[in-house]
């Protein structure tokens, strides 16, 4: 038996439980892990409360970094004692021990600790497919990146200026905004007390940028149309604000033939071979240095309930994990 979250009803953080379960053996395709750091995300509240379906009662959780302790028969990529990391569904890395599908797990380097390698990769891999797949960030350009001060916004801060391009980050406080401007953001815009869109028009001297990369959803979908060029990319990859309502595919014409998409780590990381370039080139920007990893919170597993208070009130800074 093994401790784990478990919840048999949507709604607040009330519904996560502890509870004792029986992890078993791993079957074909599969392999058994116990989890040493578990990563917190967004998209577990989304899974909580409803917004994307779960069959109930379930686990959540879809990020995580420990060892292997067993594998099923036709499992060669790794091995018992293998230090691992993954992030993907299905959900259930809240917690101590899991029999999980084995194709998810890449092998974690060994300069890269546990905790670094569970609060890295669901994000980092995120960053990944926006700056290297979907839209090719190079030198010079200037894009737009909202909650630049979150766990993704951290790493994309970092990776831009890496990369030698100009991040405009947007933050809800003077505290976040210096946080964005010390990991590499080049401009920072507090949305609490600037008009974004203004501020844009002002740091490109009217020209707005290429691409908007948008996870809040609802409560910045408008302005970030606004934010763009004619022929600008606008890639909504989140929700923390609520789902965007329906809107007119006009409003895509009225302001310059924009284009949009709604992207996931799954559709980018859709193959072995895809997911683990993607791991390579974001653990090589980890090992040498040009990203690091904020962990910024810390709760005992027990305590899952609590983080996610934390993180929906926007109490949190860069990344958030469990402690099994």
Known sequence: MAKAIRFARTGGPEVLELADVDVGEPGPGQARVRNHAIGVNFIDVYFRTG????DLPNGLGQEGAGVVEAVGPDVT???PGDRVAYAARPNGAYSEV??????????LPDDIPFDTGAAMLLQGLTVQYLFRQIWKLEPGQTVLFHAAAGGVGLIACQWARAIG???IGTVGSNEKAELARSHGAAHVINYNTEDVVQRVMEITGGAKVPVVFDSVGKDTFTRSLDCLAPLGLMVSFGNSSGVVPPFALSELVSRGSLFITRPTLQTYASTREKLEAMAADLFQMVSSGQVSIEI???FPLADAAQAHIELEARRTTGKTILLP
């Open 98 to 107: 899991r029999v999980m599908p084995a194709d998810i797990l890449v092998r």
């Open 77 to 79: 990529h790794v091995k």
């Open 296 to 298: 910024n919170q810390r």
């Open 165 to 167: 391009a100009n991040l």
């Open 51 to 54: 917004l994307y379906p779960l």
